[in-house]
């Protein structure tokens, strides 16, 4: 499975930013999906998840009410909306794939067995 994240930037805090994670490779109907984030000197943590079939999210608590997961598997994309960015947001955002028959979508970082590049979002104050 190949992944691309794209769609990070510099914005201001307050401001919105749409993220998208295209893959390919495999059945996107076995796959489930992650957003994850790594910020200067810190470990990388869960964002968000969504499962195979769009039909269940998760999201950290940090981000909850603020950012939202789709996913159109027509387009082999996954997109992480990102509304009322705070500069502790700040950080590269990696996404992440899951290649399952289980209906678990994992939201611990050792449990997906795909990565991409990441993407840096910059929200300054």
């Known amino acids: 499975v190949q992944l691309q994240a794209s769609g990070g930037g510099l914005v201001q805090a307050g401001g919105s930013l749409k993220l998208s994670c295209a893959f390919s490779?495999?059945?996107?109907?076995?796959?489930?999906i992650g957003w994850f984030r790594q910020a200067p000197g810190l470990e990388r943590e869960f964002v968000a998840a969504i499962s195979r079939s769009g039909a269940s999210t998760y999201y950290a608590d940090s981000v909850k009410g603020r950012f939202t997961i789709s996913r159109d598997n027509n387009k082999n994309t996954v997109y992480l909306q990102m509304n009322t960015l705070k500069p502790e947001d700040t950080a590269v955002y990696y996404c992440?794939?899951?290649?399952?028959?289980?209906?678990?979508?994992?939201?611990?970082?050792?449990?997906?067995?795909?990565w991409g590049q990441g993407t840096l979002v910059t929200v300054s104050s």
């Open positions: 490779g495999r059945t996107p109907s076995r796959l489930s």
């Open positions: 992440a794939a899951q290649y399952t028959i289980s209906s678990h979508t994992p939201q611990r970082s050792d449990e997906y067995n795909y």
